[in-house]
Each structure stands twice: as structure tokens, then as C-alpha cells.
């Protein structure tokens, strides 16, 4: 770690969503956060990789997206599976949170 990430110095960085639910949307958002990240993998340049949790009670989904860079995540807004996917979240949540994050260290 250089101590320059977050100033301007490329860096990994992550978005997440946390989403509420109900329980019968559960597995439709879940599907639908689980395709778009196959496609960005395959079509979206600078993806890393996104986890999908579902709460036991399949009332709060976290999806957390990782990138190259917070420039590969912005451009990535234009994409329309990306759109689609964020309005299926906002069809099928009960509230959608969305923080952004840089990464500092994986252990």
C-alpha cells in the first residue's frame, strides 16, 4: 500500500448497496444482482467481482461491486444491464442504501 489511495492515485474502490426487502423479492433481487454481475465480468471493463448476501430471513440484501477504479465504476452507470438492474432494485426493495468505498487492504 502506497498511502496515496483516495488522493487522486487510481485505486480499487467498491460500491454497496443495502437493500431491504421482503421476503417474497428476496430471491428475484438476488437473481437479478447475480446476472449483472456475470455480465460486468464478461462486458464491463474494470470489474472485479460482487458478492451477493441475503440475510436468513431474506429481508436485506447486500450487494457489494468491486472496481479498478472509481472512473471504471462511473463510466459503468452507462451501461443498460447496469441501469436495469438498479431499477430492479428500487421496484423490488423496501429502502436501497448506497455507499461508496475505497479499498484500504484485503487480508
Not at 15 to 25: A, E
Not at 77 to 101: C, G, M, P, S
Request: hydrophobic content about 40%.
Amino acid at each position: 500500500m502506497t498511502g496515496l489511495e483516495g488522493r487522486g492515485t487510481p485505486a480499487p474502490c467498491a460500491g454497496v448497496y443495502i437493500i431491504s426487502v421482503l421476503p417474497g423479492n428476496c430471491d428475484s433481487l438476488v437473481q437479478a444482482a447475480i446476472e449483472t454481475a456475470k455480465h460486468s465480468l464478461h462486458t464491463v471493463p474494470g470489474f472485479i467481482e460482487a458478492r451477493v448476501l441475503a440475510s436468513e430471513d431474506k429481508t436485506n440484501v447486500i450487494v457489494y461491486a468491486a472496481w479498478e477504479t472509481r472512473s471504471d465504476w462511473s463510466r459503468s452507470r452507462w451501461d443498460a444491464v447496469i441501469q436495469e438492474v438498479q431499477n430492479a432494485f428500487h421496484e423490488l426493495a423496501t429502502k436501497v442504501e448506497f455507499k461508496f468505498y475505497m479499498r484500504r487492504e484485503v487480508i
